[in-house]
């Protein structure tokens, strides 16, 4: 990275941390286009932790379209982390489609973090991916969603740190 192209990044985390103080959640969905990757990881990470469920349909669009695997992983990781049974449709395709596995791991992780029985059906599919990181991925998380069942238990801080 060239000197000026740095100092462009630093200014602009500099006004993103400005704008995080305000809880500016319009700011940060625009940025979920910028050309920089970096710029848009930390985009989704932020918009997450301020615009609640308003924040999952504009990172699942991250999920869907985004270029960069690192970026959609954010994504993934970011929507079940959030927790909203509203993320699952987006997880789930990525689970099923995404090209990278370090994307469909993440995606399966964040189903077992949500842990709604919804997932199921996807999480059994992926024991059959061609990656061992999903398909172990997808183990934890249905073990998580089968923890939830026999104990029913699926809001319990527990679930949340354990389902993937």
């Given at each position: 990275m060239t000197g000026?192209?740095?100092?462009e990044r630093i200014k602009l985390f500099e006004e993103m941390e400005k704008q995080f103080e305000n809880k500016n959640e319009q700011y940060f969905k625009e940025l979920l286009d910028h050309h920089d990757n970096?710029?848009?990881?930390?985009?989704?990470?932020?918009?997450?932790?301020?615009?609640?469920?308003?924040?999952v349909e504009p990172i699942s669009k991250v999920l869907k379209?985004?270029?960069?695997?690192?970026?959609?992983?954010?994504?993934?990781?970011?929507l079940g982390q959030l927790g909203y049974k509203s993320g699952i449709p987006a997880l789930a395709d990525a689970v099923r489609s995404?090209?990278?596995?370090?994307?469909?791991?993440?995606?399966?992780?964040?189903?077992?973090?949500?842990?709604?029985?919804?997932?199921r059906r996807t999480l059994s599919e992926a024991l059959k991916d061609e990656s061992?990181?999903?398909?172990?991925?997808?183990?934890?998380?249905?073990?998580?969603?089968?923890?939830?069942?026999?104990?029913?238990?699926?809001?319990?801080?527990?679930?949340?740190?354990t389902g993937g």
């Amino acid at each position: 990275m060239t000197g000026s192209k740095h100092y462009e990044r630093i200014k602009l985390f500099e006004e993103m941390e400005k704008q995080f103080e305000n809880k500016n959640e319009q700011y940060f969905k625009e940025l979920l286009d910028h050309h920089d990757n970096v710029v848009r990881t930390r985009a989704v990470c932020i918009l997450a932790g301020i615009g609640a469920e308003n924040a999952v349909e504009p990172i699942s669009k991250v999920l869907k379209y985004d270029k960069n695997a690192l970026v959609r992983h954010e994504a993934a990781f970011s929507l079940g982390q959030l927790g909203y049974k509203s993320g699952i449709p987006a997880l789930a395709d990525a689970v099923r489609s995404d090209s990278s596995f370090f994307v469909r791991h993440e995606a399966a992780v964040a189903l077992g973090v949500i842990g709604s029985e919804e997932a199921r059906r996807t999480l059994s599919e992926a024991l059959k991916d061609e990656s061992e990181e999903v398909r172990e991925s997808a183990v934890v998380a249905l073990a998580n969603l089968d923890y939830i069942k026999a104990t029913n238990r699926a809001d319990t801080l527990f679930s949340k740190m354990t389902g993937g």
